[in-house]
């Protein structure tokens, strides 16, 4: 026993120093110095090079490892086997600082050599870097980007240059993402793997994947393989594959074919590098959404490409899908198939298809277009298809396209709701009359004639304002509604009267997009008008009865008006012309007792707010005009929402000449 304790003493007193040590030598190599020292020699990047590409060649020109390199470059504490994807997305202002230095880089060319440069063009980037849950739950974190990069032989063999005929040519930073398939320069499909191991150039998962394989490692060129492969004997460690991929034969479809991929890339990488605006910005986002409809629906969609090898090549990546699919209603995991496929040529042909999907501009025909895709999507795994819907912010013209009904609060969230930097205090109650001549133009002759009878503008007009307030807000019309001083039953009344009637002469969507088109001016207004505040401001204010005298005196009959002096009436009428709102749901109308009192006061306004006023009626209606334009005045610019406040303003305004308040007469 006693022999045992001294053995057990000795290994002790061996190991504890080690413990104690290697935690200082880690913590000495993690830290990094806050200057970054010069490199001897450095290398300009090319026309859209990679982070990893370009680490490539300047290892190649340092006599260095990739590891190494990119330590001395400041992307790494200390040298390292790998080199971690995060660097490829982003880099922190530490680390772009540090590069910049190091090789003797612009700020900008650090900034160009990460997938953050195209985010502002392809929208999924941002979404994966936005995520605050992992990516792999995101269809579109799965159409983001690739971290085993495609290639071109003919790109990576250079421009004959001399410092490209030594290093090669730029690995190119689209080919990190999943929409660029092919390289329209030298008319090829792209390359995925290596053609002598036949392995993909990197993991094709998010787990442990390095943007570099053994970067530790030095070989010959930057344009080699790095796959390991088993050495020769069979035995000991393994051997890196170190075939060069510049000299791989070309692959794929050729012919028309190849002519259609080509043009359909040119189209794709157009969009890459420019701006996006407008509807423009759901291209992306409606291709993913497409992308995952075709696959869960085929083979519906085959007639959505030319010719059957290009519907072949959705054939194979599909089945391998499929499997996915089914694999999943075991295993409770769906990730893989959300996918883009590995080989670039079925990628192509199903992107061409998805592309296709979303052809029709007219939204009546998009949905004609996508219906069958939808019932067989919902055939097969229809919670799925959803869960994929809401996790992808596509277009309210495609959420239109592929709800069950086009009308109402059923659908994807964009059928309802969408990021606007206006609020439901913006939204009037009924459209103004000069809004709705604008946007609504021809609208009405589109309606059988029995169905353009009085009435149906005034619809519209709250229909339109109902469905702005959806669009920034989220909920259902009956919802919106108070919040715009109307009631629910009456939401439900319009929802139910012109969604059945626009339903059936398929104006539906019409009505909407031209809701949207002011939706997008009024989110673009700088000096937009607070409604809400004004209906606040007026929910207790009442027009003073002296007010009342004077704006109907000395009009030739109307002397009863002005002998009543029942100022309810100008209250009414100045609050409609306030808020927008309909005399019905005004608080004074509200406030009185339903029965005689309250129909009384509405048939008196009736004739005082008809479509078409003249003479006598005409003349009041622009005294009250101005009036209430003076009212709209104090509580937009002073913010007032006192009523007695709202009455002294109103008093001194009154007592000046009546052809100040609009008085032609």
């Known amino acids: 026993m006693r022999w045992l304790f001294q053995c057990l003493g000795i290994v002790l007193s061996r190991a504890i120093p080690d413990l104690v040590s290697r935690p200082r030598v880690q913590e000495a190599r993690r830290k990094v110095s806050t200057t970054t020292r010069k490199l001897p020699r450095s290398l300009a990047p090319l026309p859209e090079e990679s982070l990893a590409g370009f680490v490539l060649r300047l290892s190649h020109r340092l006599c260095r490892s990739p590891g190494r390199t990119a330590e001395l470059c400041g992307l790494l504490t200390y040298s390292q086997d790998r080199l971690p994807t995060a660097l490829l997305q982003y880099l922190t202002p530490e680390q772009a600082g540090r590069l910049a230095a190091a090789a003797r880089l612009t700020s900008d060319e650090v900034h160009a050599l990460t997938l953050d440069s195209l985010a502002g063009a392809y929208p999924p980037l941002t979404a994966v870097r936005n995520a605050r849950e992992r990516t792999q739950t995101m269809a579109s974190a799965h159409w983001s980007l690739d971290f085993s990069s495609r290639f071109c032989p003919d790109c990576l063999a250079g421009d004959g240059s001399d410092i490209q005929n030594i290093h090669g040519g730029a690995w190119k930073l689209i080919w990190h993402l999943p929409v660029v398939f092919a390289c329209p320069r030298h008319r090829r499909i792209l390359h995925y793997r290596c053609p002598h191991c036949r392995k993909p150039l990197n993991n094709h998962t998010r787990a442990r994947v390095n943007l570099v394989k053994f970067a530790s490692r030095l070989v010959e060129h930057p344009l080699q393989c790095r796959n390991p492969v088993p050495p020769i004997s069979g035995t000991g460690p393994a051997v890196l594959c170190a075939s060069r991929l510049d000299r791989t034969p070309s692959q794929g479809p050729d012919g028309t074919d190849l002519d259609r991929l080509i043009a359909f890339q040119r189209r794709l990488l157009a969009r890459l590098t420019s701006s996006v605006e407008g509807t423009d910005r759901y291209y992306f986002t409606d291709l993913i959404m497409a992308i995952q409809l075709v696959k869960l629906s085929w083979p519906v969609g085959t007639h959505l ?222 000096n937009r008008i607070d409604y809400g505040q004004r209906r606040r401001a007026l929910a207790t204010w009442t027009m003073p009865d002296e007010h009342w005298r004077a704006l109907t005196a000395a009009i030739p009959r109307l002397r009863r008006l002005h002998e009543r002096a029942d100022a309810d009436l100008g209250t009414v009428l100045t609050f409609c012309q306030v808020t927008q709102g309909h005399y019905v749901h005004s608080p004074t109308i509200r406030a009185r007792p339903r029965g005689a009192a309250r129909a009384a006061l509405v048939g008196e306004l009736g004739p005082l707010m008809a479509d078409e006023l003249r003479k006598e009626r005409l003349r009041l209606h622009q005294r009250v005009t101005a009036y209430a334009d003076h009212i709209a005045e104090a509580c937009d610019q002073r913010g007032c929402r006192d009523p007695l406040l709202l009455s002294q303003d109103a008093m001194r305004f009154t007592g000046r000449s009546l052809e100040y308040l609009g008085d032609e007469g």
């Open 305 to 526: 490409l030319p010719n059957r090898p290009l519907a072949d090549l959705v054939d194979a990546h599909a089945d391998e899908a499929s499997w996915f699919l089914q694999a999943s209603d075991r295993t409770g995991r769906r990730t893989g198939f959300r996918d883009p496929p590995t080989d670039p040529a079925q990628c192509g042909a199903l992107l061409l298809a998805a592309d296709a999907l979303l052809a029709p501009a007219d939204p009546a025909e998009l949905r004609e277009h996508i219906q069958p895709l939808v019932k067989e999507m919902n055939t097969r795994a229809s919670a799925y298809g959803a869960q994929i819907a809401r996790s992808i912010n596509i277009s309210p013209r495609l959420a239109r396209a592929m709800a069950a009904r086009t009308y109402g609060s059923q659908g994807h969230r964009n059928l309802h709701g969408n990021t606007r930097r206006y609020t439901i205090d913006h939204v009037p109650a009924h459209l103004p009359v000069a809004w709705f001549r604008t946007y609504f133009e021809g609208f009405l002759d589109q309606l059988p004639t029995s169905s353009r009878r009085t009435g149906w503008e005034r619809i519209l007009r709250q229909a339109a304002s109902l469905r702005l307030a959806q669009l920034v807000t989220g909920v259902p019309w009956t919802t919106c509604a108070p919040e715009l001083g109307s009631t629910k039953s009456m939401a439900a009344k319009i929802l139910t009267r012109l969604g059945d009637e626009l339903q059936t002469l398929a104006l539906w969507p019409d009505f909407e997009a031209r809701v949207d088109q002011i939706a997008d001016c009024l989110e673009a207004d700088p």
